[in-house]
């Protein structure tokens, strides 16, 4: 139950994260806010349903961010597969290095974004696009330390009370 309630409060605070309105020259340096918490859930809980979560995160950064339906819902699909596929691998490495290893994936989640903006005839600013994965990957380690503290601090609680 508190398992679930962090999953949730987390895909909500990255939505508002994700809408907050932000001066001009620090909206280039955003995070993806929806890539973090999907990518974490992804990779560290394997019971969480990060690909549902991602298709119904990403509809609705496509309907307050008036992206074509279905845009992001894609995006995050994909970036939640791949990760949950890849997961095994990504799960060695220390914090720093899979951010680094995350930014292809990253990169394909704003490959799609760009094809799907070419295919609307949507115009888009490449530097807002391509300048959140630098943004991701470093703020990677301290959002998925810190969710990681929060997710095992709750299970050992949990475990402490259900002990006779």
Request: aromatic residues 12%; positive net charge; hydrophobic residues 60%.
């Amino acid at each position: 139950m508190i398992a679930s309630l962090g999953f949730f409060a987390s895909l909500v605070l990255a939505l508002m994260l994700q809408i907050v309105e932000m001066p001009e020259w620090a909206a280039v340096a955003r995070p993806a806010w929806p890539l973090l918490v999907i990518g974490y859930w992804a990779l560290y809980a394997p019971n969480a349903p990060a690909v549902a979560a991602a298709w119904l995160l990403g509809l609705c950064c496509d309907v307050l961010l008036t992206a074509p339906l279905g845009q992001h819902a894609l995006g995050l699909v994909v970036v939640a597969y791949l990760i949950r596929r890849l997961s095994g691998i990504y799960i060695l490495f220390p914090l720093w290095q899979a951010a680094l290893a995350l930014i292809p994936i990253w990169t394909l989640y704003v490959f799609l974004m760009f094809w799907i903006d070419g295919l609307t005839r949507h115009a888009a600013d490449s530097t807002l696009r391509w300048m959140p994965i630098v943004s991701t990957a470093i703020i990677w380690p301290l959002y998925a330390g810190l969710l990681d503290s929060f997710r095992t601090r709750r299970t050992r609680d949990l475990n402490r009370m259900r002990l006779p």
